[in-house]
């Protein structure tokens, strides 16, 4: 386990329980297990093997993180730079597009779901920076499994959700638990702040903090993020299941085989034989001012090894073979498992004849596992963006404001090829221009009809 790794305090949870909150915390010890192996530190990595009575001997497996490749790839795969976010009102969506380019929504937002994929769950959370009773900001707070407590859920969904995280004020570090509750009075959602210090709280308005915001709208101010995988581990539970939960053995195949190649590499180094008889003599001083006679050595490197002059040779070397080859087949063959079991098809992961890993859209076209995955995830990640991005135009003003979020589908379909199609359609006339800047470039109707409107007269097919 990392030396700092994140873990609620218990102050936290009994802060939620004297408020008589019992937060989902059934799926600790699994996050606390995929975290392990989503940061190479799980006990597979190091291990004391014993070696004799009374002794043991340190074991260190090399690895190429591929539980963290997994994740980090459906990350990329899933919100990249062609993400779109639009609202279906002209101001909102101007206002929602430079709120996710200012706080790098989409950006910054792919550590999360790369997280939320390893853990099995994650949060977009919204934070309000307030002045004179007045939202200067608003921030798009991330969390992953490990911060994420669940007060009301069902099965569908989660409708609050306490957060837990360290905040540094004034140079000093704090436990903060924010809860997102609906308020019974006032209909709306409210943002309870409490900060502590060493196991106790602390004022957290003295410190510049609003303790309970209402951020005056019923919309959700939070979004759990989860892979489309059915959590069998705790059966009723808010959070998710890990995308390479079911692959843990393939992990342990893939850093098996890389560790035996580089061991391989290592023992069949050549070595060369040289004579005592080639060694340089010296004297050098001891502790105690005394002479004594060493040996001088030509490299410290291991690769020579001094042998007695009565041996014939004065040099000789030796040059194991090296069993690449059958190390080599059994990486791919658990790369093409490890693929398979995370839901990119067994050839995602394949090693190429040059050492390299294919791209996705290398084998996008024979890999019908991964264009439906990547459709079954993306569903619950855009549905997950829209419920933030649809609270923050409602507080920045546009209360009766939808957002849509389109995730990059090139992966699933050729948008060149869909893009032509629809340009010839409507240049015959059987569809409007304006839903071909609608579908591809996330303009809201209103907006794209403007834009359409402003190509009449022009030679553009979109002026149709």
Known sequence: MASDSYSVPECVLEALADAGMAPDTSMASRIAEWWGWYT??????????????????????????????????????????????????????????GWAADTSLVQRGQGMVERAFAL???????????????????RPRRYDARQVLPISWDEDE????????????RGRTYDQLQVHELDAETGTYHVLTRLFSDGKEVDAEALGMVADFDAGTDRQTFALVRPAIENVYSDGSAMGQSVFADATSAIVAVDNAFDSIV??????????????????????????????????????DDSIIRVSSQDSDLISTFAPEVRIDPLR????????????????GPQYFALERTGGLKTATEVAADSSALMRNVAKHGHLLSAALETVCDAAVAIAGWPDASASVGLDDSIIADTASGKAQMLSEVSAGLVPGWMYLQRFYGLSEEEARGRAQEAAGASSPLAV
């Open 263 to 300: 061991r391989e590499i290592d023992a069949t180094k050549v070595k060369t034989f040289v004579s005592d008889q080639l060694f340089g003599v010296g004297t050098r001083l001891d502790a105690y001012g005394a002479e004594r006679r060493v040996v001088q050595l030509p490299s410290p």
């Open 158 to 169: 989660c409708s609050e959700c306490a957060f837990a995280s360290r905040a540094r004020v």
């Open 329 to 344: 087949q059994a990486l791919d063959v658990a790369l093409d498992e490890l693929g398979d079991l995370t839901g990119f």
């Open 120 to 138: 099995g769950t994650g949060a977009w959370a919204l934070s309000f920076d307030v002045e004179d009773d007045v939202v200067s900001a608003i």
């Open 40 to 97: 190479s530190t799980a006990g597979f990595y190091d291990q004391d093997v014993l070696v004799g009575e009374g002794r043991t001997m340190h074991r260190h497996r090399l690895t190429i993180h591929p539980a963290r490749r997994v994740c980090r790839e459906w990350a990329s795969l899933l919100l990249n730079d062609d993400t779109t976010i639009a609202a279906d009102d002209a101001d909102a969506d101007t206002w929602l597009k």
